[in-house]
């Protein structure tokens, strides 16, 4: 069973336009990303997917295989898609280009999931929520989930709703990281689904999946990470970066 990790590269971003290519620790944000994801046993191959010129001729520079996309797609989803399409693989793992510190085991994990239970069309990867101020930001997506692992629904918004406080003693909150594995042949149909409701909502599109009906597995990780979308997050991933050397 092949699988292959896949990390889109959308150099427009919205809120910081070519932040892969922004440097930490002298080297593309990127770059951080493509080598923890070349340390994961579980993937057979790890792939660029990317949308313009500076970013395909620094992916060459560091040696990484690395494809040209459509620069018109709605998501990374989409992006992938195009770029594995003529690919003879099982499992698609999407690492998200913007988390340089992700932790190789945890994209392991999430492949194993896939592997090991043929059933399984779709996973992705929570962790525990341990600030409060995470539990209230809409930035951080929210998960709950059934007693078997599998995603209820995502959300910006606080979920489960502690209405007594005691419970929420009791309760463990997950915020979602933005890991996704798929079975090649699921994206393929999934790529092709129209917004749902709940993803238009949100501006979540995991939502697309559970609007339909299919289960979404998911992995627990111990392993914090930080996303870069903001010039201000950038600065925050060098200070973490200066205190891992």
């Keep these: 069973m092949k699988a292959i990790g896949v990390i889109p590269a959308r150099f427009a971003s919205t809120r910081f336009p070519a932040k892969v290519l922004a440097k930490i620790g002298g080297k593309p944000l990127i770059w951080h990303v493509w080598q923890k994801a070349c340390l994961c046993k ?18 060459q520079n560091f040696k990484a295989r690395v494809v040209m996309t459509d620069c018109n797609h709605p998501s990374g ?9 003529d690919l003879k693989v099982d499992i698609v793992v999407n ?6 510190f992700i932790d190789s085991r945890t994209i392991e994990a999430l492949s194993v999931l896939l592997k090991q239970d043929s059933k399984i069309m779709m996973g992705t990867v929570i962790k525990e929520i341990t600030d409060d101020a995470d539990f209230l930001n809409p930035n951080v997506v929210k ?30 909150n997950y915020k979602h990281l933005g890991l996704y594995a ?6 393929m149909q999934y790529k092709d689904w129209p917004k749902g409701v709940l993803e238009s ?3 979540l599109e995991q939502l697309r999946v559970l609007e ?17 979308d903001t010039p201000q997050d950038l600065q925050k991933a ?5 205190k891992l050397k």
Excluded at 77 to 85: C, F, G, H, L, Y
Excluded at 161 to 168: C, D, I, P, Q, V
Excluded at 212 to 228: L, N, P, Y
Excluded at 238 to 242: I, L
């Design 201 to 203: 909502a949100e501006e």
């Design 42 to 59: 579980e993937l057979d191959e790890v792939l660029i997917a990317c949308d313009h010129e500076d970013v395909f001729k620094a992916a």
């Design 143 to 172: 998960c709950v989930v059934d007693d078997q692992g599998f995603a209820l629904y995502f959300s910006r918004s606080p979920i489960p709703y502690h209405r007594n406080k005691n419970a929420s003693l009791r309760t463990k």
């Design 238 to 242: 060098q200070a973490w970066f200066d």
């Design 182 to 187: 798929y079975r090649k042949e699921f994206l």
């Design 95 to 100: 690492i998200q280009g913007d988390e340089p």
């Design 77 to 85: 989803s989409d992006r992938i898609a195009e770029a594995v399409k």
């Design 212 to 228: 339909r009906g299919i289960k979404i597995k998911t992995t627990v990780t111990d392993f914090e990470s930080i996303a870069v």
